[in-house]
């Protein structure tokens, strides 16, 4: 049996089960009433995680390394308390109030209101190496030489010459950078800002900030606390606010929300009113509506129980699943209401439209939701997700379809409607165009066949942008604020960390790294280096002879016979001299607590912070996250480090590698479904030409307009594909048909085309209008697609069409007119 009989066999049954529901309208309705309260029932849980982590596979290396991390380790970030609007004397005194009330607070383990400075400048000298000690003692020396040949009166110098340097800035610049010297940090004790006029207070957290239910409840904490102190005494100007890690994870995630309930709104208002405007009725409007609203609660179902959740993409899912959706309602509905008009009874249009018009648009679906499940190739989950989803909610719209329009439709003719026809199919614009077009093919084919080139050759500039700070709403208020937080710090808030299981493996990390930055030089990206088995040098003893030896010989150096700076680095190194050597026990409580497990352990704790490069910024975090990967340990394990900067990291490699793949996946799935369902392989590519040039002359489009792909909108062209390939099956179909005129069709066909196309755009619209940037540019580069498509589908693929069509008749009639002339005689 060829493949065209089998298509035909498929169209009755379509056809069939449309009869089949228009004349048993209510046992349809009680299953899609039974359908909708069980998808209700398991979608009523649905949460939203917008956290990166959840994004990737649980079997990733870097997924699992920051699980363990928040286990052992707890959350990264902090809830910052910044005091705003008084003198630096009065934001201190600010501080030092909050700093141990904050710290009393059920949810926080600690607070960080000043700088461990007096600590590490009264023990520097224990974190230089000894021989370095060795030095600065022979400087003394020489200098104390010196000192004693200037006082003896028999003592001639033949040669004229300064007195022996002491000073050690040489030696003290050789150790900056490192650990102790950052952590102490330079400037006020406080940390605070006196041209803001701010001071900041971190509070840590005992929980982790990807569990959005925890950040609420220890941000609410902290607000609470604060609504109830008096500020007054601060001065009339003063105020507080809250930022850091765990209240930019609650704002990130209320901007989305809210983007949810916007986009979706508006994709709802938008999509009533075009339907409206289509059908000129209220009635039309919810016979289209009320499959697409079943679908989209039946899909969810589905979501709730297999997910669970939703993320950032499938979210908003929703609003595009329903303009997709409509597009299939309006091709049927405006198919039947055409033979109506016709003189077909309700039964017989319902057979009509669902046999061609439904078979169609199931190709349609099945090609959109092959596309979509190419998607679910990718190991980015929220890709995965959207592509699985998305392909259920084509498939499940398309039944919604086929069991509730033949039956309300049945309904409605049984109360005695019947449809209005429409004056557009006669006298609208596509009517215009669709005489138009035959008499002037030609010249549109030629005019839109060079903009399509035009647009193809310019496709090879396109770029990938790798930062994601424009994927992220900086604007807000805790998000600006952060970002001076970290310019008082002198460091990022959020380092990266490498677990160890023990004080040699610490050491042993720390210097691999710092071997790594200075290999690297300049073009490092690794600021400092933290660890507590670190910030307590070896061989203090040792060293402490050395300083015990320093000091003596200092306090014989008169201060009153050196130059003010160096009397004043002798004042300094004799005070450094005299500090006695120091476990972990004796370091500040504020650096220790750094280092400390959520049990209250501490050790085996690398902190690794980013220098030279934004942890926001995609490329500089693949630089930072190869530099602090792959540490080999003497015992022949690896490690390394584990943090929310390498998850990002590795879906940036991810999407890059990925991207390529999946579009080509999408491509021949669609290819090869379109083959096996339309029989013929001449067909399918025919019907695959608009939607392949759309998408490489929206590629070419971008690079024109400056506009550049990221991790989130590298996903629109997939998804082209298999929303706009459904035109192109549409109008070929119905001009195959035996006896089709081109003007009644592509007035018919081209309207609902051009109603399909808008209402998919509509969903994606909505995304342009959201707060978050990365939505932004799914809706953009998506509407640009359907826009190039709807100028390619309407104007220069009917122009080929008709070339094709004319140049058939041409060679077909020279052919017969060729068979008709009698043979020559032998």
């Known amino acids: 049996m060829s493949e065209k009989r089998w298509s035909e066999r498929f169209e009755?049954?379509?056809?069939r089960l449309a009869v089949r529901n228009h004349r048993r309208p209510y046992q349809a309705l009680l299953l899609a009433l039974v359908l909708t309260v069980l998808g209700a029932f398991f979608a009523r849980t649905l949460t939203l995680n917008a956290d990166f982590v959840g994004l990737l596979p649980k079997g990733f290396p870097s997924v699992q390394d920051i699980e363990k991390l928040r286990k052992r380790f707890g959350g990264q970030g902090n809830v910052v308390v910044?005091?705003?609007?008084?003198?630096p004397e009065v934001l201190k005194r600010f501080a030092d109030d909050m700093a141990p009330k904050l710290g009393a607070l059920s949810e926080i383990r600690y607070v960080?209101?000043?700088?461990?400075?007096?600590?590490?400048?009264?023990?520097?000298?224990?974190y230089v190496d000894v021989e370095d000690l060795v030095t600065i003692q022979d400087r003394i020396d020489a200098r104390i030489l010196w000192e004693k040949q200037q006082a003896n009166p028999l003592f001639v110098s033949l040669v004229e010459e300064d007195p022996p340097?002491?000073?050690?800035?040489?030696?003290?610049?050789?150790?900056?950078?490192?650990?102790?010297?950052?952590?102490?940090?330079q400037g006020d004790l406080y940390y605070i800002n006196p041209a803001e006029r701010m001071v900041v207070l971190m509070?840590?957290?005992?929980?982790?900030?990807?569990?959005?239910?925890?950040?609420?409840?220890?941000?609410?904490?902290?607000?609470?606390?604060?609504?109830?102190?008096?500020?007054?005494?601060?001065?009339?100007?003063?105020?507080?606010?809250?930022?850091?890690?765990?209240?930019?994870?609650?704002?990130?995630?209320?901007?989305?929300?809210?983007?949810?309930?916007?986009?979706?709104?508006?994709?709802?208002?938008?999509?009533?009113?075009?339907?409206?405007?289509?059908?000129?009725?209220?009635?039309?409007?919810?016979?289209?509506?009320?499959?697409?609203?079943?679908?989209?609660?039946?899909?969810?179902?589905?979501?709730?129980?297999a997910y669970g959740q939703v993320n950032l993409l499938t979210g908003f899912l929703a609003a595009v699943l329903g303009g997709l959706g409509v597009e299939h309602g309006i091709h049927l509905l405006g198919r039947y209401t055409t033979l109506r008009s016709e003189g077909m009874t309700s039964e017989e249009a319902v057979d009509e439209s669902f046999r061609h018009t439904g078979f169609s648009a199931l190709i349609a679906a099945l090609v959109a939701a092959l596309t979509f499940l190419s998607l679910a190739m990718s190991e980015f989950r929220a890709f995965r997700e959207f592509g699985i989803i998305a392909a259920v909610g084509m498939l499940v719209s398309i039944f919604s379809y086929v069991l509730l329009l033949p039956a309300l439709l049945g309904l409605a003719t049984r109360f005695g409607w019947s449809p209005r026809v429409q004056q557009e199919n006669a006298a609208g614009p596509l009517s215009l165009l669709a005489r138009w077009l035959p008499r002037s093919y030609r010249g549109v084919g030629i005019v839109v066949g060079v903009g399509v080139l035009a647009l193809v050759s310019q496709a090879y500039r396109i770029s990938f942008n790798y930062d994601s700070r424009t994927l992220e709403d900086y604007k807000q208020a805790s998000a600006v604020l952060d970002q001076k937080v970290n310019d008082i710090l002198g460091y990022s808030q959020t380092p990266v960390v490498v677990l160890t299981d023990s004080s040699e493996m610490e050491r042993e990390v720390v210097r691999q790294l710092e071997a790594r930055k200075v290999a690297r030089g300049k073009e490092s990206t690794i600021d400092f280096v933290g660890a507590l088995a670190d910030?307590?040098?070896?061989?203090?003893?040792?060293?402490?002879?050395?300083?015990?030896?320093?000091?003596?010989?200092?306090?014989?150096?008169?201060?009153?016979?050196?130059?003010?700076?160096?009397?004043?680095?002798?004042?300094?190194?004799?005070?450094?001299?005299?500090?006695?050597?120091?476990?972990?026990?004796?370091?500040?409580?504020?650096?220790?607590?750094q280092f400390e497990s959520l049990d209250g352990s501490t050790g085996g704790v690398v902190l690794v912070y980013a220098g030279g490069v934004s942890l926001s910024d995609g490329e500089g975090t693949r630089k930072f996250a190869k530099e602090v990967r792959g540490l080999q340990m003497p015992d022949g394990s690896q490690v390394s480090a584990a943090g929310e900067a390498l998850i990002l990291a590795d879906i940036l490699d991810m999407v890059s590698r990925e991207g390529p793949r999946i579009l080509a996946a999408a491509v021949l799935s669609v290819l090869v479904a379109m083959w096996i369902t339309l029989g013929k392989l001449r067909t399918a590519l025919i019907c695959m030409l608009p939607t392949l040039l759309s998408v490489v002359g929206l590629v070419g489009l971008m690079s024109l307009l400056g506009l550049?792909?990221?991790?989130?909108?590298?996903?629109?062209?997939?998804?082209?594909?298999?929303?706009?390939?459904?035109?192109?099956?549409?109008?070929?179909?119905?001009?195959?048909?035996?006896?089709?005129?081109?003007?009644?069709?592509?007035?018919?066909?081209?309207?609902?085309?051009?109603?399909?196309?808008?209402?998919?755009?509509?969903?994606?619209?909505?995304?342009?209008?959201?707060?978050?940037?990365?939505?932004?540019?799914?809706?953009?580069?998506?509407?640009?697609?359907?826009?190039?498509?709807?100028?390619?589908?309407?104007?220069?693929?009917?122009?080929?069409?008709?070339?094709?069509e004319r140049w058939r008749r041409k060679h077909g009639a020279a052919s017969e007119e060729q068979s008709e002339q009698p043979a020559p005689e032998a």
Do not use: C
């Not at 960080?112 to 224990?126: G, I, K, M, V």
């Not at 509509?762 to 509407?783: E, M």
């Open 12 to 15: 009755g049954a379509m056809g």
């Open 82 to 87: 910044v005091g705003m609007g008084a003198d």
């Open 112 to 126: 960080s209101h000043q700088r461990p400075r007096a600590f590490f400048d009264e023990h520097s000298l224990y």
């Open 165 to 185: 340097s002491v000073d050690f800035s040489d030696i003290e610049q050789k150790y900056t950078g490192r650990a102790n010297q950052r952590l102490s940090g």
């Open 203 to 305: 509070a840590k957290p005992r929980g982790s900030a990807a569990d959005l239910n925890y950040s609420k409840k220890v941000v609410s904490q902290v607000e609470d606390f604060l609504a109830t102190q008096d500020l007054s005494k601060y001065g009339p100007g003063f105020k507080t606010a809250v930022t850091g890690t765990f209240k930019k994870k609650i704002d990130q995630q209320r901007v989305i929300v809210e983007d949810l309930a916007r986009a979706s709104s508006l994709a709802m208002v938008l999509l009533l009113a075009y339907l409206a405007f289509h059908f000129r009725s209220a009635l039309s409007v919810g016979l289209t509506m009320a499959p697409v609203m079943a679908g989209l609660g039946w899909t969810y179902g589905f979501v709730g129980l």
């Open 535 to 593: 910030l307590v040098p070896k061989r203090q003893d040792e060293k402490q002879a050395i300083l015990q030896a320093i000091s003596a010989k200092l306090e014989k150096l008169d201060p009153e016979r050196l130059p003010e700076a160096t009397r004043n680095t002798l004042v300094r190194a004799l005070n450094m001299a005299k500090a006695k050597p120091f476990t972990q026990e004796a370091l500040p409580t504020s650096v220790r607590h």
């Open 708 to 804: 550049q792909f990221n991790y989130l909108n590298i996903m629109v062209l997939p998804v082209l594909v298999g929303t706009t390939v459904d035109a192109g099956v549409h109008l070929v179909q119905r001009l195959g048909e035996r006896g089709a005129d081109f003007v009644s069709v592509y007035a018919e066909t081209g309207r609902a085309i051009t109603g399909g196309l808008l209402t998919s755009a509509i969903g994606f619209v909505a995304l342009i209008l959201a707060k978050h940037p990365g939505l932004n540019s799914i809706g953009d580069l998506a509407n640009l697609g359907f826009g190039i498509n709807l100028v390619i589908v309407l104007l220069g693929f009917p122009s080929l069409l008709l070339m094709v």
